[in-house]
């Protein structure tokens, strides 16, 4: 059995104490996935950002805000744990400048500058030891294939799942698992929990148990 | 007894098809007045923002994502009822562009153009009918009173709510109510429900039945 961190969920980057940019990521799909793992026997570790969504309690949760948050606490975790299911949607910009107050409206527009924020799977997956494995997720518009090879060699995944942005917020994904020279190995089409145990599966006799 | 149309919870503005700007809204404050209209006699029709809460059964619910949403669906609604109680926080910047695809990370800074949303409260309360009222919220970090009275005169609010950003997805707030003039009729602290009870206690003695 494998002691596995799951990140989940969406962060958030403040441009001043109100606003800021995220995304709907919901957390269903970490949360099914951490419980097709409890329910695999594995061990399991949430990272999660502000959501909604009820986490099974069997898993130990901590909760984070902003990008830089689920790296620093995803990279402590990672070191006790065996493999790394990165199906957060981090927020990947940020502001340069956070403003200390509220920032008024003054009728005219108001120019932000963005830089990334670190890149928490790709920082986890090129620190990785040899024994430890990573399972990414790509969430692309378009060349969703090609991208999410791309990714997965960029982000040094063991796999790499391909989906698109009807999967965010929703009860249902379609996605594609990819391995490391981009062949497909699964595609699976349902709701998250379906999704889930088919993925966890792939996960466990590639990366736990391979024969 | 009136019908009232509450406006509740944050809007998204997207710079894509996945990422926007929005804040951390709950709803919380729209469902407690809502309650507490319902619980005096009164129509509710809520327009709100993508939030978690629950609103009561008894109110008319209209979802919407955008600020230019609320403004329409607000905008309808208000021709209809006696009163409008605006607790959303819209986002009240948006990108002048929004991009058809996914932006892609290039590993440079990413400039955003934002430009003002329409104001929502404003634009119902300098077109309502000499039979209607208009009640604000106005959340600020620094300068609240001098603010939001500023606000109560340039949105033609009858009386406005001025509250701090800790009133943001919390269960209590801290409150005060102001007239046209800049004068505190009420400063409300505690759980979202009994400021709530007390703020419609004060709108159904001066707005909907004046002595």
Redesign the interface.
Known sequence: MARILITSGPT?QY??????????SSGRMGAALADAALRLGHEVVIVSG?V?VDYPAGAQLISIETTDEMLDCARKTFATCEGLIGAA?P???MP?FIEP??IS?T?Q????????TPDVVATLGQAKRSDQWVVGFA????DRHFRATVKLQKKHCDLIVSNG?QA?NSADNEVELLDPVGEVIAAVTGDKHHVADELLSHIHDRLICPI
Request: charged letters at 30%; glycine letters at 2%; proline letters at 11%.
């Open positions: 958030r441009l001043d104490p109100v606003r800021y940019l995220t995304n709907a502000p909604a949607a927020c990947d910009y340069r107050n509220k409206k009728g527009p108001l120019v932000l500058e963005l830089i990334e969430l692309e518009t378009e942005p965010i």
